[in-house]
């Protein structure tokens, strides 16, 4: 079972605010998921390569055209904030 | 310097001049008004997918293959996960542990002539992030920062280094000729003062003879190399400093103001683990066709260092002339064809020299000029077979610059040919004492001086178009006769 501490590391790191019984749900299900990665880690995998995509295509490339992408006015819709023509964000510096 | 030695590794970003961005097919711009270039993928619409862009995978197995690297047979993206505004998706799509450019070297020259050999590490494809404001600079008062999407997903190559630079003018000699290598290759614009190539360098000490790396800081984003030289020259100082005092050295992101010379720490760097890495679902494995990459590696032009190397080594030119004349690719193709018509060397004195002051005052650039290479190459031929004297030479240029003709024939229209033609010469130094009784006879006496006289006058006769050497061996012939 993991500690309290590395679910709150990880929501931090997640930009989540979990209320404490959010915390100990949050602890068993990443736990689960951990023990079922010791699982797999049991199994003698010498040599076979990790699967880090199910699907069996490759290549799937885009010749470098230019496409039509969204008028100005439609990119910045559904910005919370418009400022001078961009996307108004909290003060960053 | 007080036993400690400085370990130095660089990273280069390089923003790729395709026409569109990485995953999707926004055209690529610099300057336009922002959020012109934008669409659902770039701006990380809910349930939108990425395409890799096939020319941004070419670039990079060019680069690759410039610098020597192993070919990645299968190379998957991963995401990088954090949050900042300029990173809409909350992850940057990058790669990690299998980069499409593996393990290579890069040899550049050093001012001395020696090889700085700079090992590799990595060299892989990701996206760049959008840029940010700070909306009304740092005054006080700005309510926020502002986003501009235009630039977020250009397809970069980040280049890695292994930590084998020892010193600022080291590091500074490489990311130089990286940079031109690149421009060679036509991959990107590279220009530093309008970020498409941005360097950073990590920065540690360590006592000499020691193998162990110190504690790295990292200095970010210098837009000149200048400047990114004297920032690590600083940092070594500071750390040095810190050590010496029986300090230690924080690993953090630190920034260096040109204005003041000043390190500062920017921010704490997150471990890497943090980035929380996994492999990007919504893109499939990058395998390049073993042929296609062949095609690459052989079709790969001359580039810049090895091109140097060619001109010291089998055309004769000096290091400096090599190096100015590899300055960009294109006054290197520009001077290649012209030496490949003419002798190397006074094709080099003369597109480095007169070709480029004359073409200055006019604002052009050789290879955009009327002077093409062959006509360049013609005008130095005629010189070395003494058709035209120097100054003529100097003359005939202008006019090809100004005109566009044929060297030979403006030449021949303006009457510019040397006169090397002994009897012509003889009977325009007969006139001369003819016209100057005391100095021929002081000439005959074998009087040295009346030497520079006649050779002086025999110029001025012929407008300058006879030929010096012959002149001055004609008036000599002269002495002791009667």
Known sequence: ?93 | MSGFEPVIGVEIHVQLSTRTKMFCGCALSFGDPPNTHTCPVCLAHPGVLPVVNAEAVRRALLIGLALGCEIAPRSIFHRKNYFYPDLPKAYQVSQFDIPICGRGEFTAIRDDGTDLVVGITRAHLEEDAAKLTHAGGRRAGAEGSVVDFNRGGTPLVEIVTEPDLRSASDAGTFLRQLRQTLLFLGVSDCSMEEGSMRADANVSIRPVGSHALGTKTELKNMNSFRFLERGIDAEIARQTQIVASGGRVRQETVHYEPETGEITPLRSKEESHAYRYFPEPDLVPVVPDPAWVDDLRHGLPELPVPMRRRMVGEMGLSAEDAEVLTGSPELAAYFMAVAGEADPKAAANWVRGELRAQLREVGEEPWESRVTPSRMAALVGLLAEGTVSVPAAKEVLAEVIATGGEPAAVVEARGLGQISDEDALRDVIADLMDANPDQAGQLRDGKEKVIGFFVGQAMKQTGGRADPKAVQRLVRAQIGGD
């Open chain 1, 1 to 93: 079972m993991i500690d309290a501490k590395t679910v709150l590391h990880v929501a931090r790191l997640a930009r989540l605010r979990l209320s404490p019984d959010e915390q100990q749900v949050m602890r068993e299900e990443l736990s689960g998921i951990l023990e079922h990665i010791d699982v797999i880690r049991a199994i003698d995998l010498d040599g076979v390569p990790p699967t880090t995509h199910v699907l069996a295509v490759e290549n799937v490339l885009r010749a470098d055209e230019p496409r039509p992408g969204l008028p100005r006015d439609e990119a910045l819709r559904e910005a919370a904030h418009v400022v001078d023509d961009a996307f108004g964000v909290p003060r960053m510096d």
